[in-house]
C-alpha cells in the first residue's frame, strides 16, 4: 500500500491561504489522491479527490506534480472552523479491491 | 436527507461483555466499512462488505465480527471487549470499492 507522509500540525490565522503537502514517493499508476477532513467527534468528510494536475472545487484545491510522488491540497482564505485534521490518502485504484489506508494527519489550526 | 446512521453514539459496555455496534445508510451503496479510530489517532480499518462479500484486514483481531444482514444496515459486533477496544468506531460507505467513502458520525466505545 502506498504510505503517505504529511506534517503532523500547521498553525494559520484566518483569511491566509493554507498548502498542506502530503509525499506519497510509492504511490502506483493507477492509485488516486484524496484528501479527507475530520472534527473532533466526527466522521471523516470527503474533500477532494485528484489523479494528476490540478483539481478545484468550492472549497479546496489540490495540485500534483508530473511525477506524482506528492501533492498540495490549497485551503484558500481559512476560517476558524477550518481548524481539524486533514488525511491525504492514496489508493484508490479504479477496479482494484485495495482499501484506504489513513496516514497520521495533520493538525491544521487556524488562531483568530 | 440521504446518510449514514449510527447508533448509539455512545456505548459503554463491561470488560468481557459482548456488544453491537450499529450503521445504517439511506444512500444504497454497494460497500460498507468499519473502522477504529483511538485517540489522536488515525483511522484503522477493520473489514469491509461489497455487497455481501465480507473481506476482513489482515490485523483485524478475531474478537471484532460482522454482519450485513442487507443493503442498509451493517453491525460491528465485539465478542470480548478488552481496555484496549475503547474506541470511535466509524461507519462508512460508498458506491463502489474506488469512490468516495461517506462517514457516519461515529459510536464511541467506553469499556469499563
Known amino acids: 500500500l502506498a504510505k503517505t507522509t504529511q506534517p503532523i500540525s500547521m498553525d494559520s490565522y484566518e483569511g491566509q491561504e493554507v498548502n498542506i503537502t502530503c509525499s506519497h514517493n510509492n504511490i502506483a499508476t493507477n492509485d488516486y489522491i484524496t484528501w479527507y477532513q475530520q472534527f473532533p467527534s466526527q466522521g471523516p468528510r470527503f474533500i477532494i479527490q485528484g489523479y494528476k494536475t490540478k483539481v478545484t472545487n468550492e472549497v479546496a484545491s489540490l495540485f500534483i506534480p508530473a511525477d506524482r510522488k506528492s501533492s498540495t491540497l490549497s485551503l484558500p482564505r481559512v476560517s476558524l472552523s477550518d481548524t481539524a485534521v486533514y488525511y491525504c490518502?492514496?489508493?484508490?485504484?479504479?477496479?482494484?479491491?485495495?482499501?484506504?489506508?489513513f496516514g497520521s494527519g495533520t493538525q491544521l489550526t487556524v488562531l483568530p | 436527507d440521504a446518510m449514514v446512521i449510527q447508533n448509539p453514539r455512545y456505548q459503554v459496555t463491561q470488560f468481557g461483555k459482548p456488544v453491537t455496534l450499529s450503521c445504517s445508510q439511506t444512500l444504497n451503496h454497494n460497500v460498507m466499512y468499519w473502522y477504529q479510530q483511538k485517540s489522536s489517532q488515525a483511522p484503522k480499518l477493520l473489514f469491509h462488505y461489497y455487497d455481501k462479500d465480507f473481506n476482513n484486514e489482515a490485523d483485524t483481531p478475531d474478537n471484532f465480527q460482522s454482519r450485513r444482514p442487507n443493503t442498509s444496515f451493517c453491525f460491528l459486533d465485539i465478542r470480548s471487549p478488552g481496555l484496549g477496544d475503547a474506541a470511535m468506531y466509524l461507519c462508512?460507505?460508498?458506491?463502489?470499492?474506488?469512490?468516495?467513502?461517506?462517514f457516519g458520525p461515529g459510536t464511541r466505545l467506553l469499556v469499563l
Open positions: 462508512a460507505t460508498s458506491i463502489r470499492a474506488q469512490e468516495t467513502q461517506y
Open positions: 490518502l492514496v489508493g484508490l485504484a479504479p477496479g482494484s479491491a485495495r482499501q484506504l489506508t
